[in-house]
């Protein structure tokens, strides 16, 4: 992992007691909230219904087991106990009070953590692959690159104050599991003539109100040109994003509007004027970061196949469990661990106590080199995890109730906070979660529909990222009550897509229903074990119209 | 149509609600209900100086429904924010109408 030295640490000190400052004078009155509300927002400080809320920035969503304790202890010192995984690898403290920011602050940096830049019009916290480093398919671990962007783009002073907020995902996998193509600028690491390494560059995804898929910007840009490419990617958005739309600031907007040629070619003119202004990292630097990312030594660690076999025979949970949460690791010998937090009659998905996150740091510490990572499904990731101790650390995970076997099935959903917490919501997202979550308690059904990503947002904005869920669930207002549109067929992944619309909406206690119908449809019209997208293409909208819906 | 100032409490982001002797209480019921735009515009008057004293924080008038005389909530969102709280399981919970 990242270390930080000095500077960083000085850096963050000075911002929390720049904030502290800035609290008290506030609370004096000698700013008002107008000219205050720009200032809490740099520091990640929202007001949503019932208390302020703090984003936390969890860089590219890697954690260790201290910074993972402390959370737990600013969960249970400052906030009710409880944290939530957010879709961008981030924690935020949805009970907060003004006048404890200052010392959460402050307890944050004792760890090396802040809240910077996880709101505002800048760019947020870059996201990456939660396996990065432990992944079978890896090309190159992403976190090397995306530390280099997040120290570039860290009070980046040109940057501060773009159009509209600017988010960057990168990965370094033949799977995409990153989303990137539903980012302001997506990055992929892909292999170059003669055993080099670039990047193939996105730009112009996004979900909210218009919803594109980022469309490919540059095949191949070599790995030492990419600050400077991204600054005049940048650049150009920052002179020629609108302002005066909110609705229409985001740089998808931008570059649907002249043209992804159009944009290319202005980009291409500024970087071939600014590419010799040493904007890119030295190579001593760039080795200094990459070494900071070297593997954790793994020693062998034979299996005793004989003992697992029994175990997964003797117990169909545990067995379920290796099924869907246990990942392939680059080491045979070890495995990547996903750790739910979405269970039938259970949290509001993505919600996490502080007894959890001690349990899991300590997890994490016996089994698993002390490192955590936050996906952007909002779970928990163990990199790094023997075989030989799968057992053991399933017993350590059961204790403390976090052994749903569900990871990437249809109890495991994304949902944003929605109208029980945000200001900006038009219907709830966790309770449709929850009921959705239980009408598929059973964990054989959940198993036998497969792979299914379920995505719900309480507006338009869609932070719960309805857009590219297999089905998504989107809440709007009607006529005062909370209704659910649904639609299916979008995808986060490599074929990334964007759901159409099924037809009206419906009130929120249909919606367990509708969607079980919507299952039951796919389960009728599929294929052998073709996924659920597959038969969606195959069949299209209309079976799914009609069982909803009834005939026409 | 009857109607109540609501806030959020400026230390900790708390609801309350503009109640008699220029108090915020947590408790929409001891709201202070205005019936008329001139009643109305008084309140905001005093909200207005909360705000200017660090007390509150994104006033705003809201309407209400009277039940046995005291103020109630009436959309989706003002029924979460009078409850204080996230948890409804029950889908009909927070009634429709």
Known sequence: MYRYDEFDRDFIRDRSREFRAQVERRLAGELTEDEFKPLRLMNGLYLQLHAYMLRVAIPYGALNSRQLRQLGYIARRWDKGLGHWTTRQNIQFNWIKLVDVPEILDALAEVDMHAIQTSGNCIRNVTSDPYAGAAADEIEDPRIWAEILRQWSTNHPEFTFLPRKFKIAITGAAEDRAATLFHDIGIRIVGGPNGTKGFRIYVGGGQGRTPYVAQEMNAFLPQADLLSYLEAMLRVYNLHGRRDNIYKARIKILVNAIGIDAYRSEVEEEWQRIRSEEIDLPADEEARIRAQFSPPELPSRPIDSFMLTKTRAADPAFDRWMRHNVMAHRNPEYAIVSIAFKEPGGRPPGDVTADEMERVADAADRYAHGEIRVTYTQNLVLPHVARADLVDLYEDLKAAGLVAGNTDLITDIIACPGLDYCNLANARSIPIAQAITDRFADPERAELIGQLRLNISGCINACGHHHSGHIGILGVDKKGTEHYQITLGGSPSDEAAIGSIVGPSFPAEDVPDVIDKIVDTYLAQRSEDESFLATYARVGIEPFKEAIYGPR | ?97
């Open chain 2, 1 to 97: 149509m009857p109607s109540v100032i609501t806030a959020n409490r400026l230390q900790d982001g708390v609801v309350v609600y503009l109640a008699a002797g220029n108090v915020w209480k947590t408790d929409l019921a001891e709201a202070l209900v205005a019936h008329s735009e001139t009643e109305l515009a008084r309140l905001e008057a005093d909200a207005e100086k909360a705000a200017a004293g660090q007390i509150i924080v994104g006033a705003y008038a809201m309407d209400v429904e009277l039940r046995d005389g005291k103020p109630a909530p009436k959309s989706v969102r003002e029924k979460i924010r009078a409850a204080h709280r996230q948890t409804f399981p029950d889908l009909t919970e927070i009634g429709l109408h």
